[in-house]
Each structure stands twice: as structure tokens, then as C-alpha cells.
């Protein structure tokens, strides 16, 4: 007997074509800006002549800057939402009456920037980041985040660089001779630190590799792996010392210097009575290959961004930077601070630690009264893990990997996308509006500056608007960007009056619980499909609590609901198999009303209704499939949980991230740089995946199966298109999470087996047709 063309096969098809089309449109619009909006207030006014005379201080030559080794750049990078209102923020270390923790001296060399840690890598101490500080422009270079949940992902970071050990953020100096690397910084708790190394070590070879260059200390640990142990042939003193350190696995860091892009959070002066920076514009000629010329620009006599701030104190959690203008009589300061966590939270990852706060003020301490306003970036190079395979959802279709999120009183966040802002329009700008947050959101971390105001309705900022702090890079949703805040301006009387505001600068995972202690609970969006999605992490999170990994929460959530969908199936399968049962009645009605549509219609109708059967009963299986495919699809691309999760277990290199592609090996070495390079719905990316190509095989087995074969030549051409569509999902595919594709399989595998294996419906006797009954009477 054969089945009828609309069965499970079919069934499984439509579905998988119709995610396909969702999977496509959010790989299109993810990669699309919108139209600018023209009802938009626009930030770029044309600058007064007058002041475009003023320029910048003439910044330092970045020749002999110091480079930060571990870890090392990447080449190419690697409806409605509820308002939750901010709950008590945790408590200052003095409310702890803890012990401070000595820093230690830091010694710095002549003529560098001195490099400066506070908290540490090591989860054990009471902190949960290690931040690394300059005092040229009192900026932070990174922020580290030390819990083993949020570690690096052993992925490619950058075209053909690979991660490797992990030293420390460790920064230093290649030496004038060439022979070794000068230690200026060695952040607390990182493997360099437990074996010893210290400032003012000079770092000569890894193992047996000598080391003549930061670039080529880098290029020694690329080749080591985690938990192996090195030893470093160090030079303190003027003796040789042999250090053996064990190294680490990468820390997450949600912010980090990229290239020779501006650091996070620096500052200048917008305002000194009537000398003002002029509104930003953008130097058509100028290159996109370059970082923008307004990102530094000063006051004339100013170098706050490019200068050498005076450290004034400096403790493991608190750094204090300040610079002295005598011209204006005015001093500016800049702390950072680290909360610590309390003995008693220590063993509790979801504690909000995640923050460091940022004073900034500035002072009058002349003679005269001063008219002073200041400017302030945010943070800058956010993670772009999964450059080539990730697609982030957010508030506005031009959505990137880092884009820029604020809220304004109590509004609905605002999102500007990444390709929006790699456009230099300058259009998106907020003026004279209470800011209750703002910053840079990443697909699984965010950054954000959180104005710590008595009155939430108090207006700091004269204007806020999102930044290109990079390069425009051939992928706009790359580009490095970060928000600008321009306070309103003040009178300071002499006497030391001074403005002074606080921050709390959140750079941790999109955790929800977490997101909600600092009002930031909005950040984590699931777009249309919140109602399915939420539910799906919940399940897949109250799984995990049972059996410790999400590989086996996904089949079990497979389980779950091809379980509940039993009964649906089923009667699926049976009304298939009375379909094929009336199929020669309905090949008898299609002759007999070969021209006649309406007559045709009416009597299968009338044939249906009197065998019981309703054609329309296996789309309930459909309606029920559909939404978890889209909800699992969706909390793969938001849920932090999921994120770095493997199918097996953590060492094992392949399907280690059930959000990616299971990547069973690289081929990019030997493939067409077209299908390789990962960017667009139609490459393949740099990793050959396994576990698509195995669904899609599966679903062409539930095909050949369960299809018939062809009654006519139009069938036939249908059947084949629909092979041809497959493969095509196939490339669209390539890329999806494996996570996923896990579920897909699973429950392809589940619908194999109960086709096969569910009881077949009897056929009944039917009476031989009259012409065999005369033939049998002679």
C-alpha cells in the first residue's frame, strides 16, 4: 500500500523549510541598517568657523607604546518588554569592614605609561573581574572577568590565530636590544603572578624559544594549551632565573584593547567658559580604514585623552588618577573601584559583583569662576566571539555583534546597530534627556555605564549619541563602537567647588538575574518569539539542574515533547494511512470531475466526512513543532547559560559550544576563501559541521521513506524540487548552533521510529470489482 504525499515526511519538511525562511530573514536583517530616520533628532550641526580652529593637543607617538600580550588581538574578528525596576545595590567594602588588600608597589619606567590591576583573575579572592588601567588618559584597557563559567571559547580568535595557554594580562615592553620583553604589569592571580614574575622582569625565552619580541611571546603561548606547564627564562636583576609557570584557560574579557582603537572610558573637557568643542563632524576624505578624527579631538592646551595622569593612590580595589590644569585653575579627577564579595557569597557565582564604579569630578581651585563641561566614552572592544556563525538579536533590525543600548527615564531601551553607526550619519543623539543607562551590548556580555543619580528624573548630559571608535571594517556589524556623553555645563565658583558624578559601570554576562540587581533586566530580549523562548530556557535550565549538561538536557527536552505530541502523531500516522486507504475513491472522483474544480471538491468532501476523516488533523503536530524549534533556536542565541556548554564533556575539542557550529575540523586552509570566510547566509565558514549535513540526511530518509512514489510527471517534478530545496536548507544550515541541530536529530530519529514501529491499521476486505466476479462465474 502506498502513502499518500502529505505525511510526516512532508510534514517535517514544511517545517523545516518555514524555520529555514526565519533562520534566513534574521542572517539578512541582522546584516541590514534600516533608512535613517528622518523624524530623528539629528546630532551633527554644522560647527561654527570660529571654533573649528581649535584642535587637538598633539598626541604622544604611539612608537614606543607598551603592547599587551595576553591575550592577543584579533586580525579579523573573532513585541513589548517589561521594565524592571533596579533593586538595593550590593554593599561598599567599608559596609564589609574588610581588610584592605595591598597592591604592592608598581614600579614604572621612564618614559612609558605606567600599567596599574585592580581585583584579580583568581575566583577564589573576594572580586569577579581583574581590570587593567593606564594612566595615559586614566583609561581602562580590560576588564576580565575571573569565574571558570565565562572563560574564553577555544575557538579561533582572529583568521588564522589560535588561542593557546593563558600567561596573564601580563603587559609589557619590548626591549631597545631586541632581547626580551620588559614585565611593566602582572595582574593579580593570573598563572605569571603564582609563578612569580614580576615588574621589571625582562622575559627572554618560552621553554626553548627564544623570545625577541611581544609578538613573537605571543606567537610561543599561541602554540601551548591550557594546563600545560612552561618554563620562562626571565632576566631580574641582571641574573637569568628560570620561572615554571602552569598555564591557564583564556578569561572572558567583555572589555579589551583592539588594534589602535581608543581604550573604554576616557575623558576630556567639552567646556572652559566660551571655549568649546565644536559639534562632531564627519572628514568625508578622511579614510574608513581609520578611526575617526572627531573620537580625539580636544580643546586647544588640553590632553586629557593622550596625557599622563598623576596616580594618587592606588590599593587592589581602588585606583585613584588625577591631572592639574593651572592654565584654568581647574584639576581633574578619575577613580576606580572595585566592590568586593563578601566571604559568605564567595562560593555564589550570580552574585552582583559585576560592576566597578567610576567616579569622575572636576574642580575649581583658582581664582576665578569657571564655566566647565566634560565629555566621557564608554567602553570599547566588546567580545566578538562567533564573528563568522553569530546572529544577535535586539531592539533594531540593524543589529551587530556590539551595539549601542541606552535608556532614557523610564522608555523602552533604545538600540542603535552596529551597521548603523559604521555609517558615520551621526544621526541617533539624545539632547538634554535623563539617561538611566547607557552602552555597549555584546550577544552574550554587555558594558553599560549606569548613572548613579539621587533623582532618577536629573539631567546630567547635554547630549549622549553612539560612537564609531574603530575602523569600518569590509563587515560593518564588526566595527568597533562605544557611546559619548557631554555633561551640562556648570559654574564653578573658586573655592573648590566642583562637579562630581558617580557611575556604576556593569561589564558582565546578559544573566537575568544578575541584569535585574542593576535595572538592566531589559537587556535580555528574545524579540517575537519571548512567550516561546523564556519557557524553552527554563525547561532546558531546570534539566540541566538534574543531569549537568546541556547536550543531555536538549534530548531530553526532545523526549518531553515528542512525548506530549504522542497522541497528535498518531493520529497523524493513522489518518495517513486512511488517506492511502481512499486513495483509489479519490483517483475514481478526480476522473469523473477531471473539469469541473467545485464538483471535484464537494465530493471528496462528502468522501472524507463519511469515512471519519479530516484532512486538515495532522497540522496539529505542525502548530506544536513549530514554536519549539523557533523558542530552542532563539534561547541558543540569547541564554548565556547555553553558551560554551559541550555536547560531551569540556574537553573534548569537538561540539564544545552548543551555541556554534560543532566544527569537527578547519578547513578554510584548503577551501575558496568565498565559502570560508563566514560572512552571509550562503558561506560555509572557516569549520566543516558535521551535524547538519546529518540532519538533512535525515530528513531525506524521512522522504524516501514515506514518500510514494510519483502518480504523474508533475509529482514527480515536485518530489524532485523538493530534494533540491533540502540541500539548499542544507547551506543555510551549515551554521546553525549545534544545539540545535542535537534537537533536530533527535527528533527526526523519534519520528523514524514511531512510523516504523506503530501498528499499521488492518485493511479491510473490500468485494471484487463486478467485471472479476463474471470472469470467476465461467
Known amino acids: 500500500m502506498q502513502e499518500p504525499r502529505k505525511n510526516s515526511g512532508n510534514l517535517a519538511l514544511f517545517m523545516f523549510l518555514t524555520f529555514g525562511v526565519l533562520l534566513l530573514h534574521n542572517m ?148 631597545k636590544s631586541g632581547n626580551g620583553c620588559l614585565v611593566q604589569v602582572v595582574g593579580r592571580g593570573t598563572p605569571a603572578e603564582k609563578a612569580g614574575l614580576k615588574p621589571g622582569d625582562v622575559i627572554k625565552a618560552v621553554g626553548q624559544t627564544k623570545v625577541a619580541s611581544a609578538k613573537k611571546l605571543g606567537e610561543s603561548l599561541r602554540r601551548t594549551k591550557p594546563g600545560r606547564k612552561v618554563d620562562l627564562t626571565v632576566s631580574r636583576d641582571g641574573k ?10 583564556p578569561p572572558l574579557e567583555v572589555v579589551r584593547p583592539e588594534a589602535k582603537d581608543p581604550l573604554s572610558f576616557q575623558m576630556t573637557l567639552s567646556r572652559i567658559d566660551d571655549l568649546t568643542l565644536p559639534d562632531m563632524e564627519v572628514d568625508k576624505e578622511q579614510p574608513k580604514d581609520k578611526v575617526p578624527a572627531y573620537v580625539e579631538q580636544e580643546l586647544d592646551g588640553l590632553n586629557l585623552r593622550g596625557g599622563t595622569w598623576e596616580v594618587v593612590e592606588h590599593s587592589q580595589d581602588r585606583i585613584e588618577f588625577r591631572c592639574k590644569l593651572p592654565r584654568w585653575g581647574l584639576e581633574v579627577s578619575k577613580v576606580y573601584r572595585l566592590d568586593r564579595v563578601p566571604e559568605k557569597e564567595q562560593e555564589n557565582t550570580d552574585y552582583p559583583a559585576y560592576n566597578l564604579v567610576m567616579e ?38 540593524s543589529a551587530g555583534l556590539r551595539d549601542v543600548v541606552v535608556r532614557r527615564d523610564k522608555q523602552t531601551p533604545v538600540m542603535v546597530g552596529c551597521t548603523s553607526i559604521a555609517k558615520d550619519t551621526l544621526e541617533a543623539a539624545w539632547d538634554e534627556e535623563s539617561i538611566t543607562f547607557i552602552g555597549v551590548d555584546a550577544q552574550y556580555f554587555s558594558a553599560i555605564l549606569i548613572p548613579k543619580k539621587k533623582d532618577p528624573a536629573e539631567i546630567w548630559f547635554a547630549n549622549s549619541m553612539p560612537l564609531r571608535v574603530g575602523p569600518t571594517n569590509e563587515i560593518e556589524r564588526l566595527t568597533n563602537v562605544s557611546c559619548r556623553l557631554r555633561s551640562v555645563s556648570v559654574e564653578l565658583p573658586p573655592g573648590g567647588e566642583s562637579i562630581e558624578h558617580d557611575f556604576t559601570v556593569f561589564a558582565g554576562p546578559k544573566r537575568e538575574d544578575i541584569l535585574t540587581h542593576y535595572g538592566l533586566g531589559e537587556l535580555v530580549y528574545y524579540g517575537w518569539f519571548d512567550f516561546v523562548a523564556r519557557p524553552m530556557a527554563m525547561i532546558l535550565n531546570f534539566f540541566f539542574g538534574i543531569v549537568r549538561n546541556y547536550g543531555l538536557a536538549i534530548l531530553m527536552l526532545t523526549v518531553l515533547v515528542r512525548g506530549i505530541m504522542f497522541p497528535m502523531s498518531r493520529k497523524q500516522a493513522q489518518g495517513a494511512q486512511k488517506m492511502a486507504e481512499l486513495q483509489p475513491e479519490i483517483k475514481k472522483i478526480q476522473e469523473k470531475h477531471k473539469k469541473d474544480m467545485e464538483a471535484r471538491t464537494k465530493a471528496q468532501q462528502e468522501l ?87 540532519t538533512v540526511v535525515l530528513f531525506l530518509m524521512q522522504q524516501k521513506m514515506f514518500m510514494p512514489p ?69
Not at 599587551?68 to 513589548?80: A, I, K, M, R
Not at 588618559?137 to 575571573?146: D, K, M, P
Not at 637569568?240 to 584557560?249: M, N, R
Not at 530545496?725 to 541541530?741: D, E, R
Request: hydrophobic share 40%; net charge neutral; aromatic share 12%.
Open 28 to 175: 539578512w536583517f541582522g546584516q541590514k541598517a534600516p533608512p535613517p530616520d528622518k523624524d530623528k533628532p539629528v546630532a551633527q550641526a554644522k560647527a561654527d568657523p570660529d571654533k573649528k580652529k581649535q584642535a587637538e593637543e598633539p598626541k604622544k607617538d604611539d612608537a614606543d607604546a607598551p603592547k599587551t600580550v595576553e591575550p592577543l588581538d584579533p586580525t579579523v574578528p573573532d513585541g513589548t518588554s517589561t521594565v524592571v525596576e533596579p533593586t538595593d545595590e550590593p554593599k561598599p567594602a567599608a559596609e564589609e569592614e574588610m581588610p584592605p588588600i595591598d597592591a604592592g608597589p608598581m614600579p614604572k619606567f621612564a618614559g612609558t605609561e605606567g600599567w596599574y590591576t585592580l581585583g584579580s583573575a583568581d575566583p577564589k579572592d573576594p572580586y569577579r573581574m581583574l581590570v587593567t588601567v593606564t594612566d595615559r588618559g586614566a583609561a581602562v584597557a580590560s576588564i576580565a572577568l575571573n569565574s571558570p563559567r565565562y572563560r574564553a571559547l577555544m575557538e579561533d580568535d582572529g583568521w588564522l590565530s589560535r588561542r593557546g595557554g593563558y600567561l596573564g594580562n601580563v603587559v609589557m615592553r619590548e626591549e
Open 608 to 694: 472524507f466526512k463519511k469515512h471519519g476523516y479530516n484532512p486538515l488533523s495532522g497540522c496539529l503536530v505542525m502548530f506544536v513543532q513549530l514554536p519549539v524549534f523557533i523558542g530552542l533556536y532563539r534561547a541558543l542565541m540569547v541564554n548565556v547559560e547555553l553558551r560554551g556548554s559541550p555536547l560531551l564533556w569540556s574537553n573534548f575539542r569537538w561540539c564544545s559550544n552548543l551555541a556554534a557550529p560543532d566544527m569537527l575540523f578547519d578547513w578554510h586552509a584548503w577551501m575558496p576563501m568565498y565559502f570560508t570566510h563566514g560572512i552571509g547566509a550562503f558561506t560555509l565558514g572557516p569549520y566543516f559541521n558535521i551535524l547538519p549535513i546529518f
Open 240 to 249: 637569568e632565573e628560570t620561572l615554571p609557570v602552569t598555564l591557564g584557560i
Open 710 to 778: 510519483p502518480a504523474d510527471e508533475q509529482q514527480a517534478m515536485q518530489q524532485n524540487v523538493m530534494k533540491y530545496m533540502m540541500l539548499f536548507m542544507g547551506i543555510l544550515f551549515f551554521k546553525v548552533a549545534s544545539g540545535l541541530c542535537v534537537y533536530f536529530i533527535a527528533s527526526s530519529l523519534w519520528g523514524l521510529a514511531e512510523r516504523k514501529f506503530l501498528p499499521k491499521t488492518p485493511k479491510k476486505d473490500t468485494p471484487p470489482p463486478p467485471a472479476q466476479k463474471l470472469r470467476h462465474k465461467k
Open 360 to 397: 569622575v569630578s572636576v574642580r575649581n581651585v583658582g581664582s576665578r569662576t569657571r564655566e566647565v563641561a566634560y565629555q566621557l566614552d564608554g567602553p570599547t572592544g566588546l567580545p566578538l566571539e562567533g564573528w563568522w556563525f553569530a546572529n544577535k538579536v535586539g531592539y533594531c533590525w
